[in-house]
């Protein structure tokens, strides 16, 4: 078993589609062992997204990830951070596959609805980031 982080972003919480987007991630058979609805600091923002720093998009992603609440989740599957990627699709909605979650829900690439873990070793970070308890 392997775990994952996924986070709802802001657009998404806003438009009411937690539901929606969590029903998504259960019927591909990830299982959800922690969740949470936090509203991330600008300082928080700044660390989780720092191998971006310096990027001509960082600002505007930061401002973006603190500027309302998200849901925070850990996901737990076999391959789960592949899994979760594909059922999430490309970072640019125009671009995501028919059927993946940013396709669906996503409005242009700051406001892409959801936010997965890229490897194995991003997860093991991301997921102590918020939830330092869980192995
Ligand atoms: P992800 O793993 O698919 O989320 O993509 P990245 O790790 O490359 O980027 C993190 C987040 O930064 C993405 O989900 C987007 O919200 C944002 N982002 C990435 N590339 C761009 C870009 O070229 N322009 C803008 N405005 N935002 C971007």
Do not use: W
């Not at 986070?7 to 959800?32: F, Q, T, W, Y």
């Not at 592949?82 to 409005?107: M, N, Q, V």
């Amino acid at each position: 078993m392997e775990k994952t982080l996924f986070i709802i972003k802001p657009d998404a919480v806003k438009r009411n589609r937690i539901g929606r987007i969590l029903s998504m991630v259960e019927e591909a058979g990830l299982k959800i062992i922690r969740l949470s609805l936090m509203h991330l600091s600008r300082e928080q923002a700044c660390e989780f997204y720092a191998m971006h720093r310096g990027k001509e998009f960082y600002e505007k992603l930061v401002d973006y990830m603190s500027s309302a609440p998200c849901v925070v989740c850990v996901l737990e599957g076999n391959d789960a951070v592949k899994l979760l990627r594909s059922i999430c699709g490309a970072t640019d909605p125009t671009l995501a596959a028919p059927g993946t979650i940013r396709s669906e829900f996503g409005i242009n690439i700051t406001m892409n609805s959801v936010h997965a873990s890229d490897s194995s070793e991003s997860a093991k970070r991301e997921v102590k980031f918020f939830f330092p308890e869980v192995e």
